[in-house]
């Protein structure tokens, strides 16, 4: 399985980025895709994630702001981030679990500035 993610950039507090991840490969139909980020010099974190069910998940501090879908037919995720902050500086990556195994895309770097 490979994840290639996109839509990262340079936005000032306050505006708004969508990322999207789009999953190929060997995909079983029951699989979860989300998002985390890391930002410089601390560990990466859990932003949110959403199953093929439609289950999702928020990490507390992005609650209310992004919002996580999918397109089960492009096993493709999307990452809709409002009212950025600038700590949410990072770079994001997606991942999938799929079949027991947990993988990773290449992150993006999502910078918010003014």
């Known amino acids: 399985v490979q994840l290639q993610a996109s839509g990262g950039g340079l936005v000032q507090p306050g505006g708004s980025l969508r990322l999207s991840c789009a999953a190929s490969?060997?995909?079983?139909?029951?699989?979860?895709m989300g998002w985390s980020r890391q930002a410089p010099g601390k560990q990466r974190d859990f932003v949110a994630f959403?199953?093929?069910?439609?289950?999702?998940n928020y990490a507390n501090s992005v609650k209310g702001r992004f919002t996580i879908s999918r397109d089960n037919a492009k096993n493709t995720v999307y990452l809709q981030m409002n009212n950025l902050k600038p700590e949410d500086t990072a770079v994001y990556y997606c991942?999938?679990?799929?079949?027991?195994?947990?993988?990773w895309g290449k992150g993006t770097q999502v910078t918010v500035s003014s």
């Open positions: 991942n999938m679990g799929n079949n027991g195994v947990n993988y």
């Open positions: 490969g060997i995909i079983s139909s029951v699989n979860i």
């Open positions: 959403m199953s093929s069910g439609g289950s999702t």
